[in-house]
């Protein structure tokens, strides 16, 4: 139902920032939970992100708290991931991610496993040199 297509991302030395987009098409519903994730070579896919429709609620893996910056402009059906003082394990593929919110859950746990997201973007790559 929803086509995801990321951009943004490039090369830039540690300390630097970078601002991915997430432009959504198809039939899309402003429900959705957006989340960004990322995979770096030889490691798994982590959760990076979320952000509610909702209410706005954001969600930051730790190692990102106080740096990346998620947001949502609905009108333009996007969604950003401003990345401020990278460091090169930020180094990754970075990914956009969509789900239907189950209104029965709240709180980290319910956005941070990438199995429950429906849609998903092509990925863009993100390289922090040192």
């Known amino acids: 139902q929803v086509h995801l297509v990321e951009s943004g991302g490039g090369l830039v030395q540690a300390g630097g920032s970078l601002r991915l987009s997430c432009a959504a098409s198809?039939?899309?519903?402003?429900?959705?939970?957006m989340a960004w994730f990322r995979q770096a070579p030889g490691k798994e896919r982590e959760f990076v992100t979320a952000i509610t429709w909702s209410d706005g609620s954001l969600y930051y893996t730790h190692s990102v708290k106080g740096r990346f910056t998620n947001s949502r402009d609905n009108a333009k059906n996007t969604v950003y991931l401003q990345m401020n003082s990278l460091k090169p394990e930020d180094t990754a593929v970075y990914y956009c991610?969509?789900?239907?919110?189950?209104?029965?859950?709240?709180?980290?746990?319910?956005?941070?496993?990438?199995?429950?997201?429906?849609?998903w973007g092509q990925g863009t790559q993100v390289t922090v040199s040192s």
């Open positions: 991610a969509a789900k239907t919110p189950v209104s029965s859950c709240s709180g980290y746990r319910c956005y941070d496993s990438g199995h429950e997201y429906d849609y």
């Open positions: 198809g039939r899309i519903f402003r429900r959705y939970v």
